[in-house]
């Protein structure tokens, strides 16, 4: 057949060449399951087929020439040119591009995504390193953009880690929807052989089948659900990234060497661009959802999959531009130097008058006359205006007193900055944890289909304890 030049241009070459950089794996991992499933069936030629995938997949899949219209059917004309039309054939019984697709689909989006997690999560390691580097450092923050209150870095750092944390629980939420395999849909009313979908899915390693079969091949909020995880990733980014290009621009914070840049024309600056540059990355986070938003409207409830690249460039785009700013994020700050005494230039007594408040009302003046007392004694909080002795006032207004009456959950204190880094290395610890065990049962099952048959009744790919020697990668 020969396909009109537009369409070959705009649909056909672009998917098949998207396929074949990123996809062919997961297509090859797919058909050997359910190649698998189907021997297990007893269907005829079946165990061939599974026996040719596994020897094709170590060839390179043709360019895009024109003469098959996807990497499916060049994967099938591989088959039949090389093990007969028989075996070729064995694989589709019961087999539809919609679920196959959308299993493939699934599967790069679940991979890219764990790659991802274990950026974030070590990115969330640098920033409670450097809490821990700088314990009760003073840093005066703002509200509205004006000084307000005195913290620590640490306290700080603390904040950002907890609202990076709540990001990892976003991502893995949309990973879990993610993660299900439609395999075994077919058309979208079910293959009409007794396929075993919960085992397809646990031999690629998914977390289990998409239940509905129709669902499994119109669904099209797991992508919709990541892009949003992806949008908020890029937000939390974009505030701690605003931040330290402030204490940058202030001479505060420094980033290494090989991460700025000079000017062309004024040799006194260098400049911070690998923050410029993370943000812009996390800046095009914000927007991803809205193709797939698009994409999701008005479309009828049956069959999403002839959106393919549709559905896969905004969230391939995505994923890479949040790999971006967190790896760029992560090098600013574990090369970056913080400077104590520029953090603090922003401090005057001014960002303490609420703790002269809260002094006098302590010792009996109501709380709307001990405002206007304050505000009365600014700039500066002169002590005769407040009606209170100097000597009181300065010890009252100490910083380590200051943060010493702050022992609250959460709070600046001392003990509670401690408590806080305890928790929050147990959180990561766990999230660790969980990523690693993800990660086994996507590897493992991998190895299962690319080298090993199982026998009747064994359930390989299923079991994660089977993997020996192998150590969890973060």
Known sequence: MRWHG????????????????????????????????????????????????????????????????DVFFSIQAQLAEHWGEEVAGAVRRGLSRNDLDLTVFRAYLRDRTLALLGDLLRLRQVVLRQAERHRGVVVVLSTHHRPAQPSTLDHYLLGVEALLARDTERLFRALSNVNRSPLGASALAGSPYPVDRERLARLLGFEGPVENTLDAVAAGDYALELAFALGGLGASLSRLLTDLLSWAGREAFGVGEGLSQGSSFMPQKQNPVVLEHARVYAGRLLGGHAPLAFLNHNTPFTDLNDHSTGVLEPLAEGLFAAEGALALTRVALEEGVFFPERLLAEF????????????????????????????????????????????????????????????????????????????????????????????????????????????EGEEGAEEEGQVEGEEHQE
Request: charged content about 30%.
């Open 348 to 455: 005057s007594p001014e960002v303490l008058a609420s703790e002269a408040v809260d002094l006098l009302v302590r010792k009996g003046v109501p709380l709307p006359e001990a405002y206007r007392r304050v505000r009365a004694a600014l700039p500066g909080l002169r002590p005769e205006l407040l009606g209170v002795e100097r000597e009181e006032l300065l010890a009252w207004m100490d910083l380590q007193a200051f943060f010493a009456r702050r022992e609250v959950l959460g709070g600046v204190g001392p003990k509670a900055r401690a408590e806080a880094l305890s928790r929050a290395k147990k959180r990561l610890k766990r999230d660790r944890e969980a990523l690693a065990s993800l990660r086994a049962r996507v590897r493992l099952s991998r190895r299962w289909l690319q080298h090993l048959e199982p026998e």
């Open 6 to 69: 537009v369409f070959r241009r705009f649909v056909l070459a672009r998917q098949y060449r998207f396929a074949r950089e990123a996809l062919v794996p997961h297509f090859f991992d797919a058909l050997t399951a359910y190649a698998l499933e189907l021997a297990r069936l007893g269907l005829p030629r079946a165990r061939e087929a599974v026996a040719a995938l596994r020897e094709l997949r170590t060839l390179p899949l043709p360019s895009f020439t024109g003469e098959v219209e």
